[in-house]
């Protein structure tokens, strides 16, 4: 399903991010660090903004679960994920409603 690969494509991309970060601070010491270090923090910037613009684009299109006539802050904010059991069930359609998070105190 489209959202699910939205989804993993996030996912792979932090994921990957961190370990060239992880890699490139265990491998030099002193001002060979930082400039190692240099690069994947770099790219984490150019990531950040790819994914927001694609986020933002993969919702407009379909590719979540939140309606795209969504205000853009409800979407942001909300949770629009699916029940377990309808995702076990492929007759069944979900209930899709914003599910805003609850302060605990």
Not at 51 to 66: D, E, H, N, V
Request: glycine fraction near 6%; charged fraction near 15%; aromatic fraction near 10%.
């Amino acid at each position: 399903k489209k959202p699910e690969c939205l989804a993993v494509a996030v996912e792979v991309c932090y994921q990957n991010t961190a370990i060239g970060l992880t890699v490139a601070l265990g491998t030099y010491s002193g001002d060979d660090q930082s400039t190692a270090a240099g690069v994947p923090v770099f790219y984490m910037g150019v990531q950040l903004a790819l994914l927001i613009s694609s986020c933002i684009m993969g919702w407009k299109a379909g590719w979540t679960y939140a309606p795209k006539d969504t205000p853009f802050l409800l979407f942001v904010r909300s949770n629009f994920q699916p029940d377990s059991t309808a995702l076990l069930s492929p007759k069944s359609k979900p209930v899709l409603k914003p599910v805003t998070a609850t302060h605990v105190s």
